[in-house]
């Protein structure tokens, strides 16, 4: 007989949020990228501004981001992490998007993601969201172009 802890339960949950999530984005699906999103989430993004106050913000922000792309862009998350107890969780992954701007240049770049969830009402939504970019200090530029084994420090074969 095989039995389910309350966090093996609320992970596989935010395991599936993230998955419509992924979806969404790759579709440049706003209402479903929004759909597990607080009304008054905060995010810092890897973009001016700082950040963003509130689902209506992240709308516009979203609205931009994915006008800015000819046809569907590729998004994805590796090495995803949940760590969930009681109605709080926190998530982090290292993502990445693929994509063609509407000028006909290319974007491919990989970020950071931790994102902050809490159950509210029986739901899961996410209320805090931050990404970043790892800074080469030799350089003086931000470090888009590495990939998950180069982040984790093993060498690609």
């Not at 999530?21 to 706003?30: G, M």
């Not at 290292?94 to 950071?112: S, V």
């Not at 800074?135 to 060498?155: E, H, R, W």
């Amino acid at each position: 007989m095989r039995t389910f802890t309350i966090e093996a339960l609320d992970d596989a949950q935010i395991r599936g949020l993230t998955d419509a999530r992924i979806k969404a984005i790759n579709q440049k699906d706003i209402d479903n990228t929004l759909l597990n999103y607080a009304w008054d989430t905060l995010s810092f993004d890897v973009v001016d501004p700082q950040q963003h106050v509130g689902s209506d913000t992240i709308r516009k922000r979203l609205e931009e981001w994915f006008s800015s792309f000819e046809g569907f862009p590729f998004f994805e998350m590796s090495d995803l992490k949940i760590n969930a107890v009681n109605d709080m969780a926190f998530c982090h992954s290292i993502n990445h998007i693929r994509a063609t701007k509407k000028d006909g240049g290319k974007l491919d770049m990989w970020w950071r993601e931790t994102i902050h969830y809490r159950r509210i009402n029986g739901k899961w939504l996410i209320t805090h969201l931050h990404s970043s970019v790892p800074y080469n200090i030799k350089s003086g530029k931000a470090s888009l172009d590495l990939t998950p084994t180069a982040v984790m420090g093993v060498s690609p074969s």
